[in-house]
Each structure stands twice: as C-alpha cells, then as structure tokens.
C-alpha cells in the first residue's frame, strides 16, 4: 500500500502534500520552486510508494480553463515522462490559495510567516489533497 501525493502547480512554485498510508488525511510535504519538482519527485518516489498524483485542475468561475493549464499540461507530460508508472488525476483546484490563505491566517501564524508564498502553496497542496480525498471516499 502506498500513498497518494498532490500537486499544486504554480509557474513560480508548486506545492506538494500526501496521504497517510490509509489514504485519509492529507499532510503538507513541501513547496518548491516550480523547475525542481520533477528531480524531487524522482528522488522522492525513489524512497516512498507512490500510487498516484493528484494534480490541480484550476479553473475560473465559467467553468472555463485557466491560462495556466497549457503550462500544466507540459508539466503533466514531463512528469508521465520521468515517472511513467505512476498515474496522474486531474482534481479542481479553484479557490484552494484563497482557502489556504484564510486557514494561515486562522491559525495565528505571525504576518511574516503569512507572506511565506511557500507555506501558502503547500496548504493549498494540502486542501487540494483532502478534497480530492473527500470526494473519493472509495479508493
């Protein structure tokens, strides 16, 4: 039994979360300069099994694809790739930087800790992951 693992991609940075072995809590892993995610990634599965990648679908309120899909979309090829045997799903993505920007700022983190752009991108990596777990209970 392995683990699933998220992609919240970014032009700048991507943010990444997993799953516990029992696929049902989503924890942050890290957030990376957006060129370095592939070598990670390799080095990571490497170490850790890794069952699929959930990568965000971000879309705008029309249901219309973001401008940043066609970045994501070579993303995704360069990652079947690197790592061809492990499958890629899609998930929708909207408002999860919003959403975790208001967690942060719940959460009573200080005001420099909270313009950490890195944080916010692994906690949208981290929503992204738990809602995708939520609307598959049965996996």
């Given at each position: 039994?392995?683990?699933?693992?998220?992609?919240?991609?970014?032009?700048?940075?991507?943010?990444?979360a997993v799953t516990d072995i029992n696929k049902i809590i989503a924890?942050?892993?890290?957030?990376?300069?957006?060129?370095?995610?592939?070598?990670?990634?390799?080095?990571?599965?490497?170490?850790?099994?890794?069952?699929?990648?959930i990568v965000g679908y971000p879309k705008k309120n029309n249901n219309?694809?973001?401008?940043?899909?066609?970045?994501?979309?070579?993303?995704?090829?360069?990652?079947?790739?690197?790592?061809?045997?492990?499958?890629?799903?899609?998930?929708?993505?909207?408002?999860?930087?919003?959403?975790?920007?208001?967690?942060?700022?719940?959460?009573?983190?200080?005001?420099?800790?909270?313009?950490?752009?890195?944080?916010?991108?692994?906690?949208?990596?981290?929503?992204?992951?738990?809602?995708?777990?939520?609307?598959?209970?049965?996996?």
């Open positions: 039994m392995g683990i699933f693992l998220a992609l919240d991609y970014g032009e700048k940075r991507t943010g990444m924890s942050g892993l890290t957030a990376l300069s957006t060129k370095e995610v592939i070598p990670y990634l390799i080095k990571y599965c490497s170490n850790n099994f890794v069952e699929k990648f219309q694809d973001s401008l940043v899909e066609i970045k994501i979309k070579d993303f995704i090829k360069n990652l079947k790739l690197s790592l061809p045997k492990i499958p890629i799903v899609r998930h929708d993505e909207r408002f999860t930087s919003k959403i975790a920007s208001n967690v942060i700022l719940k959460s009573g983190v200080n005001k420099t800790k909270r313009q950490d752009k890195f944080l916010v991108d692994k906690v949208s990596a981290t929503i992204l992951l738990q809602s995708y777990l939520s609307t598959h209970k049965n996996i």
